[in-house]
């Protein structure tokens, strides 16, 4: 048994913890909030999610908060027509195991925290901001923004894109500013006229803009996400945002969908950020998971379903690992994931430019590419992220250096 401390308790810091304490180690979960909490809208989960999460051991808790879509629709956004769908529904679960779904950030978040709470190996610390950390040959203390000190055997960086972590592991600056603006709404239902409740993640596709809503909450809210790729500079996150500037934003959106983005009220904006990939995410006792090692674009709809994956991998890899072996598996957990993570980012970050924001000629050329394929060859190219229950760790070659982030580009 070892004891690790895990800096973040979203839903990437109660995956870890629930991970190892479930293979007979002890957490520390070190939270910066005030409590324990998931702020945000909605977030899509595939099927590799719902493998992780029945690995960790919530999969149903989660399955009976979500809403079960039946496919994944493209719209022109424009000329309202329909481009192309992919088929959720038998064929799509049977082949990859599990279904695709939809929920509020926060009905994925609560059961984590529950089966958190309900583990006696798992102590839960609010209000504790990591700001820093050393470590030796058998230990790693951290600091906290208050003065206070922990010790244990481990550290996972779980604190997200601007991961004081990762600043002390890498220290590569801040992350990459997209020059994409997102404004997000969730409303009740019963707003939403009844011929416009589709049970469907449906996307809107413009030039330089996309508009994404799909039905969360059990079916009791839809939830809205507009974005322009405006080339906004600065990060923010979760700013209020006038009704006037969010429908003012998205010039040419047909009539079916402008009728939609009206129903949103209170909405908040966000500039998207990443980073690019990097090959190491650890140092001895030391290391980053989730959106502190690998933050991604939300087109591929992957960031959380990656961070699970996480979680069930570095669990694995602590499976009877003494603290004597920590600096090994650590290091091995990175070669395990660095290329299907990597991957997924420069996959998220084309398919903004590829599929979403392409105008005139290219968006045509998009439409028609779209439109020629079948729902296999759809299924087919989601398979590598949907249909993965190993999550890189079936690999044979682990070794730091053999491949790097460079895979990801094969």
């Not at 959720?88 to 599990?98: D, H, I, K, M, V």
């Not at 991604?296 to 994956?309: D, F, I, R, T």
Request: aromatic fraction near 6%.
């Amino acid at each position: 048994m070892v004891h690790i401390l895990v800096a973040g308790g979203g839903i990437g810091g109660l995956a870890t913890a629930l991970s190892a304490a479930r293979r007979g180690h002890e957490v520390t979960v070190l939270e910066r909030g005030a409590v324990f909490a998931e702020i945000g809208a909605g977030i899509q989960l595939g099927p590799n999610a719902f493998h992780a999460l029945d690995v960790l051991g919530v999969g149903q808790a989660v399955r009976d908060r979500a809403v079960y879509i039946d496919e994944l629709r493209f719209m022109d956004g424009t000329t309202g027509e329909r481009v192309a769908a992919m088929p959720l529904t038998a064929a799509y679960r049977e082949r990859f195991g599990n279904p695709y779904a939809v929920v509020h950030r926060g009905d994925l978040f609560q059961p984590l925290l529950t089966a958190c709470r309900a583990e006696t190996a798992v102590e839960l610390v609010p209000d504790t901001a990591v700001q820093s950390f050393e470590q030796d040959a058998e230990h790693v203390t951290v600091r906290t923004a208050d003065g206070r000190t922990f010790t244990a055997d481990a550290l996972v960086g779980a604190d997200g894109i601007r991961s004081a972590v990762r600043r002390g592991l890498l220290g590569d600056g801040e992350p990459r500013v997209s020059g994409h603006t997102i404004y997000r709404s969730v409303i009740p239902i019963e707003k939403v006229p009844e011929e416009l409740r589709w049970n469907a993640v449906t996307l809107w596709a413009g030039p330089r803009w996309h508009f994404v809503h799909y039905t969360i909450g059990r079916g009791r809210y839809l939830n809205l996400a507009a974005t322009r790729d405006d080339g906004a500079r600065t990060a923010l996150a979760g700013r209020p945002a006038a009704r006037e500037k969010v429908l003012g934003g998205f010039p040419g959106l047909g009539e079916t969908a402008r009728r939609l983005l009206e129903l949103g009220a209170d909405w908040r904006e966000w500039v998207l950020c990443d980073r690019d990939p990097v090959d190491r995410w650890t140092d001895g006792r030391v290391v980053l998971m989730g959106d502190a090692a690998h933050p991604m674009l939300q087109y591929a709809a992957q960031g959380a379903c990656q961070a699970l994956e996480d979680a069930v991998v570095l669990g694995d890899l602590l499976d009877d690992g003494g603290g004597g072996e920590m600096a090994a598996r650590l290091e091995t957990f990175n070669a395990v994931r660095r290329e299907r993570t990597a991957r997924a980012q420069l996959v998220a970050r084309e398919m903004g430019v590829r599929l979403y924001h392409p105008a005139g000629a290219e968006a045509t050329a998009r439409n028609a590419m779209l439109r020629s394929l079948s729902a296999d060859e759809l299924h087919d190219k989601v398979a590598w992220l949907h249909g993965d229950r190993d999550f890189g760790h079936a690999r044979r070659d682990h070794r730091p250096g053999s491949g790097g982030v460079r895979g990801a580009l094969r």
